[in-house]
């Protein structure tokens, strides 16, 4: 039985059209694009295709475009190497909110001679540009904010930001892992130096992703080895990979309307009707500056652990307060750093859609999961203790 999967912010299918192009480059064309013979460079044309693919989602320039093996490396690239080109200043700046991949560096840094702001959010999850911009200094190297928060969606002002940042003469990175291709990016129009991009969230296989580079932008390798993507990234390409990314894209560019509308309309649909058929149901975050596929929903008084389990004897896949700590008791950073309380974070769930989502889907979500949480509320002494207060103030 087919999955109804909405957790398309923990990885996606790969779109048919994608695998078919990759499948001659795992086969017939075998070639090390780096040889000088035809059967080599044949493959070298199909890289570069794939990168010009990418460069126009983007806005950019196809020489902007290195090609990596996953989002986690772009973000990991991009924030070495604006410490190791500037190597003066040992200041960096980040939010409360990011994704592990960027999270566990900074903190890192933290520990390892760098001083590290992390910018709080409001409770709607929204960053607080203000303390931002007074934190900017001359020692500042990089500033790195994602452009969407995979757990809530929520959707950061990067844009006029990197342009504040620019002022101060720091280097703008943004992971915009969970934007691509679901808002309109283009880079031409702004001043982000660095993007970092994955391919398994955009409907491309796993273990391939890419960073953009302004031209221009000081920058320093994280693989050093051969000449492979002109010295900014060694090691023989993950060619199937890259052709695949680069179809990604182009088909990316073309469903970005679908996106904003079609699947929105979806979302706003299924959001809709579990805050009015579920009691004490909450959005996690601003959903006015949203990705199109993202709600994040409070069930109050719940554990998310357990409707995940009851939502899987239905076949239905989405995601607790945080993919990266299920299986331990903290709610996700993100919300704690939202502010919202236990009893909410504790029963949030995720759900991200796609273009492979469709209308039945969501009305079988809609059907099945209001009596689940009846049935986990009735069983919940967290609940029995609210109904009762309820009572004695009514
Ligand atoms: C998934 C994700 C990453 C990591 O990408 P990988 O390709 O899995 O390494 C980084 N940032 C965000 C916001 C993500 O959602």
Not at 80 to 97: D, E, F, Q, Y
Not at 243 to 258: H, T
Not at 262 to 278: G, H, P, S, T
Not at 331 to 350: E, K
Request: charged fraction near 20%; hydrophobic fraction near 40%.
């Amino acid at each position: 039985m087919k999955p109804i999967y909405l957790d398309n912010n923990a990885t996606t299918q790969v779109a048919p059209e994608v695998l078919d192009e990759m499948l001659p480059y795992f086969s017939t064309y075998y070639g090390n694009p780096s040889s000088m013979y035809t059967f080599g460079g044949n493959v070298a044309k199909k890289i570069k295709e794939a990168r010009a693919r990418m460069a126009e989602l983007l806005g950019a320039q196809p020489e902007e475009i290195v090609f990596t093996a996953c989002g986690t490396e772009s973000d990991s690239t991009a924030i070495w190497a604006a410490l190791r080109s500037n190597p003066s200043k040992r200041h960096v700046i980040t939010s409360k909110v990011e994704h592990p991949a960027v999270k566990n560096l900074a903190e890192y840094l933290g520990r390892n001679g760098y001083r590290v702001t992390f910018v709080p959010v409001d409770k709607q999850g929204r960053l607080d540009t203000d303390y931002l911009y007074a934190q900017l200094n001359d020692d500042t190297a990089i500033v790195s904010l994602m452009w969407a928060n995979n757990e809530t969606g929520v959707i950061f002002p990067v844009e006029e930001i990197a342009a504040q940042v620019h002022k101060q003469g720091a280097l703008f990175h943004t992971d915009a892992v969970q934007a691509v291709g679901k808002i309109p990016i283009n880079l031409a129009d702004n001043a982000i130096d660095m993007l970092a991009l994955s391919g398994h969230k955009l409907h491309a296989p796993k273990g391939v992703g890419a960073l953009y580079i302004r031209k221009g932008t000081k920058f320093a390798p994280f693989l050093l080895g051969g000449h492979q993507e002109h010295g900014r990234r060694g090691g023989t390409e993950n060619v199937a990979g890259i052709v695949g990314l680069g179809k990604a894209a182009e088909l990316a560019g073309a469903r970005i309307e679908e996106e904003n509308t079609r699947v929105r309309a979806l979302r706003d649909r299924l959001e809709n009707a579990l805050l009015a058929k579920i009691p004490n149901a909450l959005v996690n975050g601003d959903r006015e500056h949203r990705l199109p596929n993202t709600t994040s929903i409070a069930f109050e008084f719940v554990e998310g652990e357990s409707i995940l389990l009851l939502m899987d004897e239905h076949n239905i896949c989405a995601s607790s307060g945080s993919a990266c700590t299920s299986g331990s008791l903290e709610p996700s950073h993100v919300l704690r750093a939202m502010d919202v309380p236990f009893t909410a974070a504790h029963g949030s769930i995720r759900f991200s859609l796609s273009t492979y989502t469709t209308d039945a889907q969501i009305d079988l979500v809609i059907e099945k999961l209001p009596p689940i949480i009846d049935r986990l509320r009735k069983m919940s002494p967290f609940w029995a203790e609210k109904a009762a207060t309820v009572c004695q103030v009514g």
